[in-house]
């Protein structure tokens, strides 16, 4: 079966593309968040973030880089938030990888990613702690 984003790579969905190399992809956004919003996308069906092989998240990354000063150059922005929903829980509504570039402005009002979750964890030093050695031994 293959993604929404594999047909449009096809061209078998129409899209407006705006890059294209050997491993990469990107497109605006059908629903756009600010003028330029653009995904940026592996080629090959990834579903997840962790799932890329190292070389395709560096091609990846590549990309959103490059794309993050064009997009921003295009529409003239004062910057951009950029990243990834991974996970059904974290909003993820397409199992194909891919990278939001959102443009910003000034006075756009949109907030920072922390306004997404409102309050901050509370968490004890030992938690902290804790958390820190389970990432430091699964990385
Ligand atoms: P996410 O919630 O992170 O999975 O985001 C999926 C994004 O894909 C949304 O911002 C949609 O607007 C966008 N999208 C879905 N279908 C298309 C399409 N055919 N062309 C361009 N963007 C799309």
């Not at 491993?23 to 600010?34: G, K, M, R, S, Y």
């Amino acid at each position: 079966m293959s993604t929404i984003f594999s047909k449009i790579i096809d061209g078998e969905i129409p899209a407006r593309v705006v890059y294209e190399d050997e491993t990469t992809f990107a497109f605006l956004d059908a629903n756009p968040l600010a003028p330029g919003h653009t995904l940026v996308i592996p080629k090959a069906e990834y579903e997840r973030i962790e799932d890329l092989p190292e070389d395709v998240a560096r091609d990846l990354f590549a990309t959103v880089s490059r794309l993050t000063d064009a997009v921003q150059t295009a529409v003239d922005a004062d910057g951009a938030t950029v990243g990834f929903n991974n996970g059904e829980a974290a909003g993820q509504e397409v199992d194909h990888v891919h990278c939001h570039i959102v443009p910003r402005f000034a006075d756009d009002d949109g907030g920072s990613l922390h306004t997404a979750f409102g309050d901050f964890a509370d968490l004890s030093d030992d938690e902290l702690d804790e958390i820190a050695a389970d990432v430091e031994r699964n990385a």
